[in-house]
């Protein structure tokens, strides 16, 4: 009789389940932390000896201080510094209790740590990098961090500007769901050399890895084609990985002299040779040229070939609905494997869903219509119906009202005393004094207010964008060449 109900239970469950979620797409392969946590959430925790949190703990214990985040020239020119310093890494990570700093750690491993970000880097709570490495601190060492993909390289962001907290691990869950890839993410808690720092997102570096992570085809120096990875960014230091494609030289990506939307080959990196990076400049330079062509959406000639479409409609879909600023100018990753197609990668949202410090991030317009290449994709009447009908498709699903005010709230329930703790550490961030945001008055006073505006600009962004997404056909058309192309010649 006991399994009997069971079964029962279990049928009706599953009816409710697929009335509620018609048309929502299994997760593929998402761990969503909030969702798959055992652990008590009641740990009020403290700053002393004695602290505990149901969250994964970090400790980090420097050999010596952290750099500071610019350096100053004789010239008193101000640099970035990305001059970084050893470490002893403690990562506490229990399953069925509470992590506390006189436990056992799950990992005790020696690192390379420093500030890192860009306009990040200036604000008082900073984001690190961590490079796991072996005890002679030359070697790379794989780790893996609550279940995610060993890799030697991992991005502690501290949020900061998102007084919600919760905006990157969102995003980044979303496009997961969403994309073939999205950087996996967990909330920690963090101490560094015996001082509380608050909570923290333990985010994957962008880059390949055999196990996971990119997954292609690796890269042989003897060869010259090659898998790779690339950023749109301010540009490399290092000239040997800047890129300098057609677009570049004809302007035609808006990028020249804007400190803004500049190729950075990320992958290959030690290894890269002379005659890859020509292979890379060159493909590029291909598709390009092929975007602005006569047959730019011949399906053999034009940009499908190049392309994986279903990637760049998803990141065009996802950046403008969260209305992510730095989509498609900076933070952008682009990936190809030598067997396959270019695909997007999302990164930073820290700005996003209108945390961007001038108020240029007003929702009722499209923001991504001319960045990178999708002012010419865009001029497809083809590539428009797939954003058209991906949109309306996920409006059901992942990025349906619902859906999206659910997850907040589920995340914050799961993240509970440790957006306390985490306040009574930077709390004095909401005071007027240290605003970031223009105008003053966007920005939240008290934490319930942060996430007040973000379910608010989550639901005013999808009414503008149901009800404004066709407009986009209104830049849809060819070239008034084209029209002539029959003719040329006769």
Not at 4 to 22: G, H, N, P, R, Y
Request: charged share 25%.
């Amino acid at each position: 009789m006991k399994y009997k109900l069971i079964f029962i239970s279990c049928i009706v469950f599953i009816m409710l389940s697929s009335v509620a979620f018609e048309n929502l797409e299994l997760p593929k392969n998402r761990y969503h932390q909030h969702k798959n946590h055992v652990t008590d959430i009641s740990s009020k925790g403290s700053t002393n000896n004695n602290f505990s949190t149901h969250l994964p703990l970090i400790n980090i214990t420097t050999d010596a201080p952290i750099h500071s985040p610019y350096s100053v020239d004789e010239n008193a020119n101000k640099e970035r510094n990305d001059e970084m310093v050893s470490s002893t890494i403690k990562y506490y990570d229990s399953e069925i209790k509470d992590n506390a700093l006189e436990d056992i750690p799950a990992i005790t491993e020696k690192a390379l740590i420093r500030i890192r970000g860009r306009s990040s880097r200036s604000f008082e709570k900073k984001g690190y990098l961590l490079k796991f490495k072996e005890n002679n601190l030359v070697d790379n060492k794989k780790i893996s961090l609550s279940g995610m993909v060993a890799d030697s390289d991992w991005v502690l962001h501290g949020p900061y500007m998102d007084k919600t907290l919760i905006r990157n691990y969102l995003c980044y869950n979303l496009a997961g769901e969403i994309m073939d890839y999205s950087p996996n993410v967990r909330f920690c808690e963090m101490f560094l050399n015996g001082e509380y720092q608050g909570l923290y997102l333990l985010t994957e570096k962008i880059e390949y890895n055999d196990d996971g992570r990119i997954d292609f085809t690796q890269t042989d120096p003897d060869v010259m084609s090659t898998s790779y990875i690339l950023s749109f960014d301010v540009g490399s230091d290092d000239p040997f990985y800047a890129l300098n494609t057609f677009n570049f030289y004809t302007g035609r990506n808006g990028a020249k002299n804007k400190g803004s939307g500049m190729l950075e080959i990320i992958y290959p990196g030690k290894t890269l040779t002379t005659a890859q990076k020509s292979y890379i400049e060159n493909d590029i330079s291909q598709f390009e040229k092929a975007l602005v062509s006569f047959d730019s959406s011949d399906p053999k000639r034009g940009y499908p070939s190049f392309l994986d479409i279903e990637s760049f409609v998803d990141y065009f879909i996802i950046s403008e609905f969260a209305m992510n600023s730095d989509s498609g100018r900076l933070s952008t990753y682009l990936y190809k494997d030598i067997r396959g197609k270019m695909k997007l990668v999302v990164w930073d949202f820290n700005s996003a869903f209108n945390n961007y410090t001038p108020e240029m991030s007003e929702p009722h317009y499209f923001m991504m219509t001319d960045k990178i290449w999708y002012q010419y994709l865009l001029k497809d009447t083809e590539f428009v119906n797939k954003i058209e009908k991906r949109y309306k498709e996920l409006r059901k699903t992942y990025l349906s009202d619902e859906y999206l005010l659910d997850y907040i709230d589920e995340t914050v329930a799961y993240l509970g005393p440790a957006i306390e703790r985490n306040n009574a550490k930077w709390g004095y961030s909401f005071s007027k004094e240290y605003d970031l945001l223009l105008p003053t008055q966007r920005n939240p006073r008290t934490y319930e207010e942060a996430l007040k505006q973000l379910k608010e600009i989550i639901v005013e962004r999808g009414s503008y964008m149901d009800k404004n997404i066709q407009n986009l056909y209104s830049l849809a058309h060819d070239s008034i060449n084209k029209a002539f192309k029959e003719g040329v010649g006769k």
